[in-house]
Nanobody
Framework: QVQLVESGGGLVQAGGSLRLSCAAS???????MGWFRQAPGKEREFVAA????????NYADSVKGRFTISRDNAKNTVYLRMNSLKPEDTAVYYC????WGSGTNYPDHYEYWGQGTQVTVSS
């Protein structure tokens, strides 16, 4: 059974930083990986994605220059470093795995999802 387990969320003040981790029970090197988030009352939105070999990386415009996605295939883990956090970054953050793509911003392309980790940014 495929499992993706996110960790690293929490409460942080505006301007602060967090690093999210996503540990995969699958051979992560086969999958493009993405991070999405969902705030209360809003649809799930794309945050960042990284291809299997880490060469292709995409970010949502709202996080460019502040967030960094990376991966360690030897550890089957993907990371999301979040700097200069803003209250509007508050959401549940999900990681997802895509076997067939190279890291898209479309959630329907991802076959597996984690349970999410809460990030709350106070003003």
């Amino acid at each position: 059974q495929v499992q993706l387990v996110e960790s690293g969320g929490g409460l942080v003040q505006a301007g602060g930083s967090l690093r999210l981790s996503c540990a995969a029970s699958i051979r992560a090197s086969l999958y493009a990986m993405g991070w999405f988030r969902q705030a209360p009352g809003k649809e799930r939105e794309f945050v960042a994605a990284i291809s299997q070999n880490g060469v292709n990386i995409n970010y949502a415009d709202s996080v460019k220059g502040r967030f960094t996605i990376s991966r360690d295939n030897a550890k089957n883990t993907v990371y999301l470093r979040m700097n200069s956090l803003k209250p509007e970054d508050t959401a549940v953050y999900y990681c997802a795995a895509d076997l067939w793509g190279s890291g898209t911003n479309y959630p329907d392309h991802y076959e597996y999802w984690g349970q999410g980790t809460q990030v709350t940014v106070s003003s």
